[in-house]
C-alpha cells in the first residue's frame, strides 16, 4: 500500500506541459506538491474530472492530459471508462487514487472496497491497465505510463491519508481558470 | 402556443456548422433521433462522441471550451433534469458557454412547454430561467435563425425542441 502524496511526489517529477486535471483529496495533495498553472482544479460535479480530461484531450490533441482522480469520483461516472475507451484519445492518462473512502467527505467507505478498477477499464477497452500498491513499482514504471499511447489507465492503491485541509476558495479560484486557458492554449 | 409548422433537421444541420462547432455530445433522444441525431451520425464534418450519461457531456463540453471549441450537447430533457447538477456547477456558476439541445420527450408540439400535459416538460423553462440559463424554442424552421445567434454569445443557452424535425 502506497500514500498519495509520496506517489504524487514522484509522478511530479514528470510532469512538465501537461494538463493535470485532479479533484477533492487528489487536488489537495496536488497542488501542494506541484503548484503550477497547468493545474486544471475546477470540475464543478463531482465525478466530471475524467469528463473534463477528455475535452482537453480533444481540444488539444497536440498535447497530454493526466487526470488525478479518487475512487469515490469514479464510482460517480464509471461509464466515463466506456466513453473514453470508445474515443480512444492517445495523450489521456488516467490515474485512480484507490483508498476505499470518500475522503473528502468524512472518511466513509465506498460501496465496494473490492472493486477492482483496473479489470473495469480493461473492459472498456483502454489501451494500457496498470495497478500499482508498491512505491518502488510506481517510480520504475511512472516514466512509460505517462509516456505511452493512450487511453492510459492505473489504480494507484493508497492508504488514507492524513486529515486534510480543503481550501476550495482556491481550488476553484476564477482566475486559475483563466490563467489555465491562457497556458493550456499557447503554441 | 406554437402553430403546426415544418422543422428540418438538415437546416438545424446546418445552422449548427455554420456556428463552428465541430463536436456533438450526445446520449440518444426520441425527439430529435431520426431527423438530427442520425444525419449528425453520417456526416463526416461533425464528430459526434457517444457518452454514457448526459452530465459526462457537460465535462467534455468545458473541457472543450478551454481549448476554444464550442460543442453541442444532443440530449432528451430528462437527460437534462439528471445533470443540473454539473450545468449549475459547470455552465452557470463557472460561466462557461455550454449550447445544449433538448428533446421535449412526448411533448405536444402545438403548445408550449409551460402548457404541456407532460410534468417533467412543464417545469423545463422555469427551471431554466431559475437557472438564468438562456433558452429558446426550436419549433420551426423560422426559429432556426437562434442557434447561430446564441453561439454568438459567450453564455450557455438550450435549444428546447418540442417537434421532430424531419
Known amino acids: ?187 | 402556443m406554437q402553430t403546426s409548422a415544418a422543422l428540418t433537421g438538415s437546416r438545424i444541420i446546418a445552422a449548427i456548422k455554420a456556428s463552428g462547432i465541430e463536436y456533438v455530445l450526445s446520449v440518444p433522444d426520441i425527439v430529435t433521433s431520426a431527423g438530427l441525431l442520425a444525419p449528425i451520425a453520417r456526416d463526416k464534418e461533425l464528430k459526434l462522441i457517444r457518452v454514457c450519461k448526459e452530465d459526462e457531456c457537460v465535462g467534455i463540453a468545458c473541457g472543450l471550451a478551454y481549448c476554444d471549441e464550442r460543442a453541442l450537447i444532443l440530449i432528451q430533457h430528462t437527460g437534462f433534469l439528471d445533470s443540473i447538477n454539473a450545468i449549475r456547477g459547470i455552465a452557470v456558476e463557472y460561466q462557461q458557454p455550454i449550447c445544449m439541445m433538448v428533446g421535449l420527450l412526448l411533448h405536444d408540439p402545438d403548445l408550449a412547454p409551460r402548457e404541456s400535459n407532460r410534468y417533467g416538460v412543464r417545469i423545463m423553462e422555469p427551471i431554466l430561467d431559475g437557472m438564468g440559463i438562456a433558452h429558446h424554442l426550436i419549433g420551426a424552421d423560422a426559429d432556426i435563425a437562434k442557434i447561430e445567434a446564441a453561439y454568438r454569445e459567450p453564455h450557455p443557452v438550450a435549444f428546447l425542441i418540442g417537434r421532430s424535425p424531419s
Not at chain 1, 112 to 126: E, I, S, T
Not at chain 1, 146 to 168: C, M, N, R, W
Open chain 1, 1 to 187: 500500500m502506497m500514500k498519495r502524496d509520496e506517489c504524487f511526489r514522484v509522478l511530479a517529477r514528470h510532469i512538465t506541459d501537461e494538463a493535470v486535471v485532479a479533484t477533492y483529496s487528489s487536488a489537495v495533495d496536488w497542488v501542494e506538491i506541484a503548484p503550477r498553472v497547468l493545474n486544471y482544479t475546477s470540475i464543478g460535479a463531482m465525478g466530471l474530472d475524467s469528463s473534463h480530461g477528455l475535452g482537453l484531450a480533444l481540444g488539444r490533441s497536440d498535447r497530454r492530459v493526466v487526470v488525478l482522480q479518487g475512487d469515490g469520483s469514479l464510482l460517480m461516472n464509471l461509464g466515463s471508462l466506456v466513453t473514453i475507451a470508445e474515443v480512444a484519445p492517445k495523450n489521456f492518462v488516467h490515474l485512480v487514487a484507490q483508498n476505499n473512502t470518500y475522503e473528502a467527505n468524512g472518511g466513509h467507505p465506498i460501496p465496494d472496497p473490492q472493486v477492482d478498477f483496473a479489470a473495469m477499464a480493461r473492459a472498456a477497452g483502454y489501451a494500457a491497465i496498470y495497478d500499482f500498491s508498491d512505491l518502488g513499482v510506481f517510480t520504475q514504471q511512472v516514466a512509460h505510463v505517462l509516456e505511452q499511447d493512450g487511453p492510459v489507465f492505473a489504480t494507484l492503491h493508497i492508504e488514507p491519508s492524513k486529515p486534510l485541509i480543503y481550501d476550495y476558495a482556491s481550488l476553484y479560484d476564477p482566475a486559475k481558470r483563466v490563467a489555465f486557458k491562457a497556458a493550456w492554449m499557447r503554441r
